[in-house]
């Protein structure tokens, strides 16, 4: 698994070649050699694409596998498979499974069934037994068998002094806390963002209120208690004003958003299209535009694609009792690339490496931590019939983007993407 990339320009922040066109060298997982003038001496089997970039590998918190209770709609490979053919050599994993990810025995599993797949599967374990905050799960015995970090994922819970505690202990034993920011008490139990869409379509609105009051909660439960909080999923302009201001002023906060509110506002729901159906919602035309400068300066630290996939029949029914998500692992960068310029989407999307307390490397000789290789200008157009994942429920069908995923390399060798 030896690799010679000639003329690959590097995209990477905190890399001495960040802009600069290089030769790597790759050898067994690892950068062996990179500059201008690194010659393929050994005789490497050569990967070269016109005009492409190089960044590291692509890090999504939020990625639903289906396994174990949901095969039916994806598994640990068609997953895997769809991640790396998006560009990703990680993902972080959602518990919200059947059963749910909140013991170490199914952590372990599920580590061990990860072996030889063509990415890094991250396994977080569920805050509360079940997700239904009655009480606390497992937490220590699950850091123990591999578990990344906790997580509530999107359910709600009603116990906020049980969070608190959970999110105590986990500083205690440095492990990542993750919440969703939702009160479920303010929701107004809605299917879509409350605004003019859902007074026009007479659907049930969820108030911007829901977010922006549970933002305003951790951000107050993180400044008291000083644990670090990564809120998931922000969808808001409140939420985005907020949290820039919690970190002007040192709280520890971080957060995400999905793709999906970053790509679409509430006029999409027309024609009662339940692929657009998703939570949080997707919110006004204001709150997309507030959510990309959040993270063209930062205030976002990552993008997530939310991966959600569900069968036809989970999809296809009234909008009411559809159920919520979309799959994006394969669509996230060529449609994000027509949003954000490329370097700051791909900051967001290797972000969540440090975010989870891995180690960070710059893109140098030596460094091991897998690599993206994308184009900015090539086309890409999903159809069926060329997606890996088993879940086909996306809006983002049949027409082209600009921008491409030419593959990803691992410590397991050259994955090239075949669309």
Known sequence: MKYFIPSIQVTDAQSPYNGVKVNV????????????????????????????????????????????????????????????????????????????????ALVRSLLSQSAGLPIQLHVPGAATRSLEGQSMSEVYDMQQAGALAITTDKAPCDSLSMLVSIARYAKQIEMPFMVFPYLDQLSQHGWVHEGRMAIKLGLRGIPSIAESAAVDQWIQISAYYGVPIHLSFISTADGVQRIRAAKANGIPISADVAMANLLFNEEVLQEFDTRFKVLPPIRSEEDRKALIEGVIDGTLDAITSDHRPHTVEAKKTSFQDAAYGMTGLEFCFPALNEVLDHRTLV??????????????????????????????????????????????????????????IWGTLTANGWHPNKI
């Open 347 to 404: 900051q967001a999307l290797t972000a969540g490496r440090g975010l989870m307390g891995l180690a960070v490397n710059p893109i140098e000789k030596g460094y091991r931590n897998g690599l993206t290789l994308y184009s900015t200008e090539d086309h890409t157009t999903f159809e069926h019939s060329n997606t890996a994942s088993r879940s086909k429920n996306s809006p983002l069908y049949h027409r082209p983007f600009k921008g491409k």
């Open 25 to 104: 060298l790759w050898c067994d997982g690892i950068i062996e050699a990179i500059g201008p003038d690194v010659a393929n001496v050994h005789e490497y089997e050569t990967i070269e694409f016109a005009g492409a970039f190089m960044s590291a590998g692509w890090f999504d918190l939020h990625a639903d596998f289906g396994t174990p209770g949901h095969e039916d709609a994806e598994n640990l490979l068609s997953g895997s498979k769809s991640a790396q053919r998006g560009g990703f050599t990680d993902v972080v994993l959602t518990p919200s499974t059947s059963p749910t990810i909140d013991h170490s």
